[in-house]
């Protein structure tokens, strides 16, 4: 029972980053854009959130830097994509290796140096739930500032006028036009405020789970919240759910190691991805289609010569 | 030939655009960017580098067609990083079986074997999910990538772990007589030769063979394809099959050239580096190669980086995303005809459309 309290524990602790990634890529998404970046977004927001804390001493400080950071990458891949009509898996892939290059350049300063961290905050009366308590309402501020953010975003793709114009976007722009909006700056906005939210995701990393900067910290997780986004068939409550999944998935290893319980680690880091390779298999052309239009059509590459 | 020159003013202009603002990053480091410059021609013209730069381009460019052969008939691979893997795979794991049993060539040919089936297998995965169940091979090339790198780690954390090594998760070391043979008394390995020959190979069935032709017939328009009585599926199959078996090859040359053992991290990017060098020369098989030395020599200037200017080495990945940037972002004549003229959308109900097969 211990054990899966730990591991539950963890999948929330170490989701987190992950939630705010797939959350902003499932945006971009929607309006039919998609950053295989996320990853180069995450890394300039973990390091800009962790230095802008640093200068100022302020952890909600960092929050903005990351986002900024996250943000005006996303730009990058935004202009090539949307003005000079580059492939989009190509740009994204190289605004990976920009964010990687710029946080080696800059990031070297950083290494090591102490922060005014974001701590844990027991919210008084919740936290002494059994179980619910430890699970929930034990955390810093961004993740539960990430518990607001999921169905936040729901409402707003939903719900929402500006959902409905980033979903139009996505799917047929040509109505969106058509009602005198541009599709341009829709998606513009949708990237960008994707890679803020990646950006905030990589803060969260580096000033609240980790407190510390380091090269390449992120480790694949902006790639897992790409697929996390196709394994929600682009819907955030859903992406909610698989971030604690994978987040679950990365918590069990070191759970029952610690236990003596021999057990390969990778043999488990795989599994949430042959899950979602299963899931499109078993519901393909299901999920294919709750794929925004836009998104296909970039999936179907043009000839090549 | 006025558009040639134009176009070639272009690029120029692109590449000195990248080099002026990693310039403009490298001042505000506190160094002098001139000297930046003229330490990496320096290193990079030097002999030992050069042949770095050859060791690290043959993997690339055996990984950079297997993302164009798929694109010449209209398919994405991303993921010649999990093919590498699963061809450094094949080629450990036949270490590993023959133990020194056969001559050190005959490994070498039945590792290159291995290699070229655990690459093509990978691939062949996304391509079979494609025509069977419609599932788009750019999401599964990419998940794929992560199963390999995870089944890496898992192989050599446990069941393939050198039993007499430091502790360090790697395989042992491959035998003396099993490597790739240098060439002359250089550290180059024949892996560069390898990696030639395949673009010729592939040069020449693009342009002088029936499949090469219907390639790009698929490639161009899938459903004049199948109405004139190509057989498509199979078609597709097989340039993903060819692309996998290139990138499995590329993992086999790493593996026995430069490597000589499985240890965490030894792919670095190479399979998305070399999605990008596919790219950059626009899929056509010389190109293709020529961007993949292009990218391996940025690489090893950042040894130079760190050496002589005393830069993290992994800033040179700045350089390298502003050169990717700057001519991708040249545009052409045909990226601004497809701005104006987006493809046509189908108006058939959006319950009965799938993705070709």
Same mark, same amino acid.
């Given at each position: 029972?211990?054990?899966?309290?730990?591991?539950?524990?963890?999948?929330?602790?170490?989701?987190?980053?992950?939630?705010?990634?797939?959350?902003?890529?499932?945006?971009?998404?929607?309006?039919?854009?998609?950053?295989?970046? /996320?990853?180069?977004?995450?890394?300039?927001?973990?390091?800009?959130?962790?230095?802008?804390?640093?200068?100022?001493?302020?952890?909600?400080? #960092?929050?903005?830097?990351?986002?900024?950071?996250?943000?005006?990458?996303?730009?990058?891949?935004?202009?090539?994509?949307?003005?000079?009509?580059?492939?989009?898996?190509?740009?994204?892939? !190289?605004?990976?290796?920009?964010?990687?290059?710029? /946080?080696?350049? +800059?990031?070297?300063?950083?290494?090591?140096?102490?922060?005014?961290? +974001?701590?844990?905050?027991?919210?008084?009366?919740?936290?002494?739930?059994?179980?619910?308590?430890?699970?929930?309402?034990?955390?810093?501020?961004?993740?539960?500032?990430?518990?607001? !953010?999921?169905?936040?975003?729901?409402?707003?793709?939903?719900?929402?006028?500006? #959902?409905?114009?980033?979903?139009?976007?996505?799917?047929?722009?040509?109505?969106?036009?058509?009602? #005198?909006?541009?599709?341009?700056?829709?998606?513009?906005?949708?990237?960008?405020?994707?890679?803020?939210?990646?950006?905030? #995701?990589?803060?969260?990393?580096?000033?609240?789970?980790?407190?510390?900067?380091?090269?390449?910290? /992120?480790?694949?997780?902006? +790639?897992?919240?790409?697929?996390?986004?196709?394994?929600?068939?682009?819907?955030?409550?859903?992406?909610?759910?698989?971030?604690?999944?994978?987040?679950?998935?990365?918590?069990?290893?070191?759970?029952?190691?610690?236990?003596?319980?021999?057990?390969?680690?990778?043999?488990?880091?795989?599994?949430?991805?042959?899950?979602?390779?299963?899931?499109?298999?078993?519901?393909?052309?299901?999920?294919?289609?709750?794929?925004?239009?836009?998104?296909?059509?970039?999936?179907?590459?043009?000839?090549?010569? | 030939?006025?558009?040639?020159?134009?176009?070639?003013?272009?690029?120029?202009?692109?590449?000195?655009?990248?080099?002026?603002?990693?310039?403009?990053?490298?001042?505000?480091?506190?160094?002098?960017?001139?000297?930046?410059?003229?330490?990496?021609?320096?290193?990079?013209?030097?002999?030992?580098?050069?042949?770095?730069?050859?060791?690290?381009?043959?993997?690339?460019?055996?990984?950079?067609?297997?993302?164009?052969?798929?694109?010449?008939?209209?398919?994405?691979?991303?993921?010649?990083?999990?093919?590498?893997?699963?061809?450094?795979?094949?080629?450990?794991?036949?270490?590993?079986?023959?133990?020194?049993?056969?001559?050190?060539?005959?490994?070498?040919?039945?590792?290159?074997?291995?290699?070229?089936?655990?690459?093509?297998?990978?691939?062949?995965?996304?391509?079979?999910?494609?025509?069977?169940?419609?599932?788009?091979?750019? %999401?599964?090339?990419?998940?794929?990538?992560?199963?390999?790198?995870?089944?890496?780690?898992?192989?050599?954390?446990?069941?393939?772990?050198?039993?007499?090594?430091?502790?360090?998760?790697?395989?042992?070391?491959?035998?003396?007589?099993?490597?790739?043979?240098?060439?002359?008394?250089?550290?180059?390995?024949?892996?560069?030769?390898?990696?030639?020959?395949?673009?010729?190979?592939?040069?020449?069935?693009?342009?002088?063979?029936?499949?090469?032709?219907?390639?790009?017939?698929?490639?161009?328009?899938?459903?004049?394809?199948?109405?004139?009585?190509?057989?498509?599926?199979?078609?597709?199959?097989?340039?993903?099959?060819?692309?996998?078996?290139?990138?499995?090859?590329?993992?086999?040359?790493?593996?026995?050239?430069?490597?000589?053992?499985?240890?965490?991290?030894?792919?670095?990017?190479?399979?998305? %580096?070399?999605?990008?060098?596919?790219?950059?020369?626009?899929?056509?098989?010389?190109?293709?190669?020529?961007?993949?030395?292009?990218?391996?020599?940025?690489?090893?200037?950042?040894?130079?980086?760190?050496?002589?200017?005393?830069?993290?080495?992994?800033?040179?990945?700045?350089?390298?995303?502003?050169?990717?940037?700057?001519?991708?972002?040249?545009?052409?004549?045909?990226?601004?005809?497809?701005?104006?003229?987006?493809?046509?959308?189908?108006?058939?109900?959006?319950?009965?459309?799938?993705?070709?097969?």
């Amino acid at each position: 029972m211990d054990l899966l309290l730990q591991v539950l524990i963890g999948a929330v602790r170490g989701g987190t980053s992950i939630l705010y990634a797939a959350l902003g890529e499932t945006i971009s998404e929607r309006a039919g854009v998609i950053n295989l970046g /996320t990853e180069g977004c995450m890394l300039v927001g973990a390091l800009a959130g962790y230095a802008a804390t640093a200068t100022s001493g302020d952890p909600w400080v #960092g929050v903005l830097g990351g986002a900024a950071a996250g943000g005006a990458l996303a730009l990058i891949h935004a202009v090539l994509v949307l003005q000079r009509g580059a492939n989009q898996l190509a740009t994204g892939l !190289v605004v990976l290796f920009l964010g990687l290059g710029l /946080t080696s350049l +800059f990031g070297a300063a950083f290494v090591g140096e102490s922060i005014n961290a +974001f701590t844990p905050i027991a919210i008084p009366g919740l936290s002494s739930i059994p179980w619910l308590g430890d699970i929930l309402f034990n955390h810093d501020p961004l993740t539960y500032l990430s518990f607001a !953010v999921g169905p936040a975003m729901w409402w707003l793709l939903y719900r929402s006028r500006w #959902g409905l114009l980033v979903r139009a976007a996505g799917e047929r722009e040509e109505v969106l036009a058509a009602y #005198g909006h541009s599709p341009l700056r829709v998606r513009y906005l949708a990237v960008v405020a994707g890679g803020a939210l990646a950006g905030i #995701g990589g803060a969260q990393l580096s000033t609240a789970y980790a407190n510390a900067w380091f090269e390449n910290m /992120t480790a694949g997780r902006g +790639f897992i919240a790409v697929a996390l986004v196709i394994f929600a068939a682009w819907h955030p409550l859903r992406a909610m759910g698989g971030a604690y999944l994978f987040g679950a998935a990365l918590a069990l290893s070191p759970a029952l190691q610690a236990r003596g319980v021999a057990i390969n680690q990778f043999a488990l880091d795989a599994i949430p991805y042959v899950v979602t390779i299963g899931v499109l298999v078993v519901l393909g052309r299901k999920r294919m289609h709750a794929a925004p239009e836009g998104l296909r059509k970039v999936f179907e590459m043009s000839p090549s010569s | 030939m006025e558009r040639a020159a134009r176009g070639a003013g272009r690029l120029a202009l692109a590449y000195a655009a990248a080099l002026v603002f990693f310039g403009a990053f490298v001042i505000t480091k506190g160094v002098n960017p001139i000297d930046v410059y003229a330490d990496m021609w320096r290193s990079l013209t030097d002999g030992t580098s050069l042949g770095e730069v050859l060791v690290k381009a043959a993997p690339l460019m055996l990984a950079a067609l297997a993302v164009a052969v798929p694109a010449r008939a209209g398919l994405l691979n991303v993921g010649g990083e999990g093919q590498v893997v699963m061809g450094a795979i094949g080629a450990a794991g036949v270490m590993l079986a023959l133990d020194g049993t056969l001559p050190g060539s005959a490994t070498l040919v039945v590792m290159m074997l291995a290699a070229a089936a655990a690459g093509a297998v990978w691939a062949g995965i996304a391509g079979v999910l494609r025509l069977t169940v419609k599932v788009n091979e750019a %999401i599964t090339t990419l998940l794929l990538n992560y199963v390999a790198i995870d089944l890496m780690l898992y192989l050599i954390y446990q069941p393939w772990k050198d039993p007499n090594g430091s502790g360090q998760p790697a395989t042992r070391q491959l035998a003396a007589a099993a490597r790739l043979p240098l060439v002359g008394t250089s550290r180059v390995h024949t892996g560069i030769y390898v990696a030639l020959i395949a673009t010729a190979v592939i040069w020449a069935l693009f342009r002088y063979t029936s499949w090469g032709f219907r390639l790009r017939v698929v490639g161009g328009n899938p459903e004049a394809a199948r109405r004139a009585g190509l057989p498509v599926s199979r078609l597709l199959l097989s340039a993903m099959l060819v692309g996998g078996a290139l990138a499995g090859l590329g993992g086999m040359v790493h593996f026995a050239g430069a490597e000589l053992k499985l240890r965490p991290g030894m792919t670095l990017n190479f399979g998305y %580096i070399a999605f990008l060098a596919s790219w950059l020369a626009r899929h056509k098989p010389v190109n293709v190669a020529g961007a993949a030395v292009l990218l391996a020599a940025i690489a090893i200037a950042g040894d130079s980086l760190q050496l002589d200017s005393g830069l993290p080495a992994a800033a040179v990945n700045v350089l390298m995303g502003l050169v990717l940037l700057a001519v991708m972002g040249r545009g052409s004549v045909r990226t601004r005809r497809q701005e104006v003229e987006p493809a046509p959308t189908p108006t058939v109900p959006a319950e009965t459309v799938s993705a070709p097969a």
